[in-house]
Antibody
Framework: QVQLQESGPGLVKPSQTLSLTCTVSGGSISSGSYYWSWIRQPAGKGLEWIGRIYTSGSTNYNPSLKSRVTISVDTSKNQFSLKLSSVTAADTAVYYC???????????????WGQGTLVTVSS | DIQMTQSPSSLSASVGDRVTITCQASQDISNYLNWYQQKPGKAPKLLIYDASNLETGVPSRFSGSGSGTDFTFTISSLQPEDIATYYCQQYDNLPRTFGPGTKVDIK
């Protein structure tokens, strides 16, 4: 079955760019009606959707983060990536990658999820 | 953005109790709602999609109902392994938004 694994630095300095990669195994990132997504969760808080990329390369971002976010895909490596610029302490969170499944053109859900990776923004 | 609210924010119940969580959307989302379970230190896990459809392999004690703006998630008989935080999530519109979560533990 498809599995996702996040990777990247666990510590980023304020004002710098956070960069994470999600590696997809057990299936091709190019196949199916899937959106490859990033979601984050500050410690002890709820879930915030950051954005997604479709297999075609089209993207959607959360308006609250849109000016700072870039999501890209590398089909040759079966990976997709997140870049978040100009980070502050408020961006400290566990970052999850997830596959959003589109079913019957109407139903969508996130499954599976990566295990999550903690990114701390601190000098 | 569609705002999602949940109540209660936390609850304690005994093993075998019936547990009910409500989720409300700030606008009509039809039945475009999912429920996830998140155990401490783990990623969320899909339990229910399209408001009432049980994901394959999820125990039948979990159920969901509702449409429009008001939704309910029920655990018919609480088990020790159900200790977790439960989140609703709408997919009627972008950005996807989640409820703030309901933490469930054993009394």
């Amino acid at each position: 079955q498809v599995q996702l694994q996040e990777s990247g630095p666990g510590l980023v300095k304020p004002s710098q760019t956070l960069s994470l990669t999600c590696t997809v195994s057990g299936g091709s990132i190019s196949s199916g009606s899937y959106y490859w997504s990033w979601i984050r969760q500050p410690a002890g808080k709820g879930l915030e959707w950051i954005g997604r990329i479709y297999t075609s390369g089209s993207t959607n971002y959360n308006p609250s983060l849109k000016s700072r976010v870039t999501i890209s895909v590398d089909t040759s490596k079966n990976q997709f990536s997140l870049k978040l610029s100009s980070v502050t302490a408020a961006d400290t969170a566990v970052y999850y990658c997830a596959r959003e499944i589109r079913y019957s053109s109407s139903w969508y859900w996130f499954d599976p999820w990566g295990q999550g990776t903690l990114v701390t923004v601190s000098s | 953005d569609i705002q999602m609210t949940q109540s209660p924010s936390s609850l304690s119940a005994s093993v075998g109790d019936r547990v009910t969580i409500t989720c409300q959307a700030s606008q009509d989302i039809s039945n475009y709602l999912n429920w996830y379970q998140q155990k401490p230190g783990k990623a969320p896990k899909l339990l229910i999609y399209d408001a009432s459809n049980l994901e394959t392999g999820v125990p039948s004690r979990f159920s969901g109902s509702g449409s429009g703006t008001d939704f309910t998630f029920t655990i018919s008989s609480l088990q020790p392994e159900d200790i977790a935080t439960y989140y609703c999530q709408q997919y009627d519109n972008l950005p996807r938004t989640f409820g703030p979560g309901t933490k469930v533990d054993i009394k």
